[in-house]
């Protein structure tokens, strides 16, 4: 049976302010100067209509909107703030409302660190199937990013294979980030009205989320706002995730950057709503910096850590929730530079209470997978969820009665009170605290108890199996599209 208990973030006591009120607004007010007066590129015919009909300037040749500032502030006062993202079991829902972090997979991996041979190699359909089943048992993952492409399965449905594993394999909420063209929005609608129950029952209780990325700088993708535009209109919850980044797509400052990365998020979402008034929508970011002296993307380093806690302010001030990247380290094998970088981006996009985070897994910038990387973010995420909780200071946790019992040079194992809160106290599964000479005789480490546990658990776990009959509805559904 699957793991019922999901581990989020809530009601934090610890607080970061990175942006202040006015530099915020400042940002807002250079964002909708950009969209106003430089544009954005909407590569799709019907985008450009819709910001037609609604009074933008549009550049037919170009696929160049712009838009004034009211026609986008209106546009986002229609976005709901708050919604629940549901799982197939309803006790694994996630409320998007502004008071939970929740830990996601990352997604769109192209190699795999094999479980067993541990050497790396392209992924496959089987991949996706085993991380969605070592994320269903692992409470720490509240939801799914389709993890690893699906290589070995045609490239017109690849997208719909992948979320057909994930379902098969978790009750967990799954956000795909695959989906980018008609047929596959359109099916994945389908697919996720049969799981819903049907299309109000799917407006009710969204069991897929859509995330597409930006075409940095001031870009989209055309066939992404297509199917960001069908999501919208079935009531899926869709957001647009920019990856921009310093030095190359956007400027080199952090600032400038954010107001790139704003711009292209903020102008997608509008148009969402221009077209669908009140459909769900996030905010979506994965800024990073470009290394200065080879241009190549980073995936870590100080930029990224505050961009993540940035981003989320920004989110805060449209009222819109947030699927903010996090772990995802450009280290290439589990190591100090992936625990250094893992723990600082999901500390600072955490404490800022971040709605949805992602990276769990991945390493090399998101483009291999590791079981055993995966573990130890689930314990880094494990050590902030217990570190956000502060200290509660009250008549029972000062423990006045207990000091007085022990008093001066007693010790306080045999204190009721003890036994009472020992449990309290965070235990890691990784983390190396064995006495040096046993460490010294073994000769392991946290990667391998990590490996061990990821191996366990694929061996042992059997998630709630999906209805068969809804399973031959979506191989119906992916086959017909396979055929087009």
């Known amino acids: 049976m699957s793991h019922k208990t999901i581990k989020t973030i809530s009601d934090p006591k610890l607080k970061l302010e990175v942006l202040t009120k006015e530099e915020v607004q400042k940002i807002h007010e250079a964002t909708l100067h950009i969209i106003q007066t430089t544009g954005i590129r909407f590569p799709s015919k019907r985008a450009l209509e819709i910001w037609e009909a609604h009074g933008a300037d549009v550049n037919y040749e170009k696929k160049i909107i712009r838009a ?11 976005c709901p703030p708050k919604y629940v993202l549901a799982a197939r079991d309803p006790q694994q829902d996630l ?9 996601g997979t990352d ?29 269903d048992a692992t ?7 389709v993890p690893v492409s699906a290589q070995d399965t045609p490239t017109e449905a690849r997208g719909l294979h992948e979320i057909k594993a994930v379902w098969e394999n978790s009750t967990k909420h799954v956000q795909t980030e695959s989906i980018y063209n008609v047929h596959e929005a359109k099916a994945a609608v389908e697919m996720a009205e049969i799981l819903a129950g049907g299309k109000d029952n ?3 209780r969204p069991v897929i989320s859509m995330m597409q990325c930006t075409a940095p700088p001031l870009g989209h993708d055309g066939g992404s706002l297509d199917a960001a535009l069908i999501a919208a209109e079935a009531g899926i919850p ?8 310093c030095l190359t797509t956007g400027p080199a400052t952090l600032a400038g950057t ?15 709503q221009l077209a669908y008034p009140g459909a769900p929508v996030f905010y979506a970011a994965a800024q990073t910096s470009s290394d200065p002296r080879t241009g190549a993307y980073t995936g870590g380093g100080p930029e990224d850590f505050l961009f993540g806690a940035a981003t989320n302010v920004l989110s805060d001030f449209y009222n819109i929730p947030l699927s903010m990247g996090s772990f995802a380290t450009g280290a290439k094998e589990p190591n100090w530079q992936a625990g250094l970088e893992g723990s600082l981006s999901t500390f600072m996009a955490s404490v800022v209470m971040s709605d949805m985070l992602l990276g769990c897994g991945f390493l090399h910038g998101s483009r291999i997978w590791s079981y055993a990387e995966m573990m130890m973010d689930c314990e880094i995420f494990s050590i902030i969820h217990k570190m956000m909780q502060g200290i509660v200071v009250d008549e029972e946790t000062l423990a006045l009665d207990a000091i007085a019992a022990v008093g001066p040079g007693g010790h306080y194992l045999a204190q009721k009170h003890t036994r009472n809160h020992m449990r309290e106290l965070f235990m890691p599964q990784f983390l190396d605290r064995r006495p040096y000479t046993q460490w010294e005789e073994k000769g392991d480490d946290a990667r391998d108890w990590a490996l061990n546990k990821a191996r366990k658990i694929l061996k042992e776990h059997q998630p709630d199996p999906l209805d068969e009959k809804i399973s031959k509805e979506f191989e119906r559904i992916i086959k017909l599209v396979e055929k087009k």
């Open 238 to 245: 869709t957001g647009f995730m920019t990856m921009s980044a």
């Open 68 to 78: 004034k500032p009211q026609l986008i502030e209106d546009a986002l006062k229609t």
């Open 139 to 145: 409470n720490e993952v509240a939801f799914h990013w």
């Open 258 to 272: 954010l107001t790139v990365g704003n711009a292209e998020v903020i102008a997608a979402t509008a148009l969402l």
């Open 107 to 135: 997604g769109c991996g192209v190699e795999v660190i094999d479980i067993e041979t541990k050497e790396k190699r392209t992924s496959v359909l089987q991949d996706v199937r085993d991380i969605a089943r070592v994320a």
């Open 202 to 204: 799917l407006r009710e």
């Open 95 to 103: 409320p998007l409302d502004g008071n939970h972090v929740c830990l």
